[in-house]
């Protein structure tokens, strides 16, 4: 019987296997091709729907936002106005009733129309002074007609150190004599002029009560602080040492701090000073209870708060 044989494997076509090849090659390319244009599809939408969004956004809430803004800081603007007139109000109502005056004899009525005869038109009298200051006018006004001269760059500490412009220096005569102590001033332009008038209405308050009062700056941001920092260090002569709660000056950024520390100075005995800068867009309502404050206003070119806007 004949032995059982193996039967041989049929031989391997190569070019078969490369068609094979070739065919599965191409498939897995179609495969990829087709999800990379899928996801190329997906991704222009997807910028497309950014761009709407981006477009409507703009459309719709900066523009609102922007009517909203201006809507508030006209009422902003409002509100200064209306508080800065009740505050000139208040200071012209007569708390204390007048004397009765004594009715001049003939002789002290003939006096200033001879003076006028003799040396020609007779000279308005000065207009008197108001409240706080009242006794003190010719020492203020002594203190002022001398900061105009030349800078004294070594005067003692809180003491003016540079030179007072006429303009600043006919503010504060209105401001110390006119107000007596109390209301607001029109901005000098800038932060740097503003700490100039500050700090000479500092000096003479220092001379007048010694170490009695306090200082309190309202400037809203901590830029605006720093400014005064260091704008009221180089016309008073003054360390970093002499700001802080237990110093001479102290810096705030919102009201409600300032108005807190100025009660209990009160309750204290001691005198409140409270500067205000020109970037605060409205002063708070009990602030205009304590006897001395100066409030720059804002001139047309001067950024004020604005109110966050959510």
Do not use: H
Not at 250 to 255: D, I, K, Q, S
Request: charged share 25%; with cysteine; proline share 7%.
């Amino acid at each position: 019987m004949p032995d059982d044989q193996t039967p041989e494997q049929p031989a391997s076509d190569p070019a078969a296997e490369r068609s094979s090849r070739s065919a599965l090659i191409e498939s897995a390319l179609s495969e990829l091709n087709s999800k990379r244009q899928a996801l190329l599809d997906e991704i222009a939408q997807l910028e497309a729907r950014r761009e709407q969004i981006t477009q409507e956004m703009a459309s719709s809430f900066s523009g609102q936002s922007d009517q909203i803004a201006r809507r508030i800081k006209g009422f902003q603007d409002y509100m200064v106005g209306a508080l800065q007139d009740l505050a000139v109000a208040a200071e012209q109502i007569e708390l204390v009733p007048q004397k009765v005056l004594v009715q001049p004899s003939p002789l002290d009525q003939a006096q200033p129309a001879s003076a006028a005869t003799a040396g020609g038109e007779a000279q308005a009298p000065a207009p008197p002074a108001a409240g706080l200051f009242a006794a003190d006018a010719e020492l203020i006004r002594e203190r002022l007609s001398g900061y105009q001269g030349q800078p004294d760059f070594y005067a003692d500490p809180w003491t003016l150190r540079r030179s007072l412009e006429p303009q600043a220096a006919a503010l504060l005569d209105d401001w110390f004599l006119g107000q007596g102590g109390r209301g607001a001033q029109n901005s000098s332009g800038s932060r740097s002029r503003n700490a100039l008038v500050a700090a000479t209405a500092i000096a003479i308050l220092s001379e007048l009560y010694g170490e009695r009062f306090q200082t309190l700056v309202l400037a809203g941001e901590p830029e605006r602080l720093g400014e005064w920092r260091r704008g009221l260090q180089d016309c008073l002569g003054l360390s970093r040492e002499d700001f802080g709660p237990s110093s001479g000056i102290v810096l705030f950024e919102r009201a409600d701090a300032l108005i807190e520390r100025a009660d209990r100075l009160e309750e204290r005995g001691e005198l409140p000073f409270i500067v205000i800068d020109a970037g605060v867009s409205a002063i708070e309502i009990p602030v205009l209870q304590f006897p001395l404050w100066l409030a720059f206003a804002a001139g047309p070119g001067e950024l004020v708060d604005e109110l966050p806007l959510y």
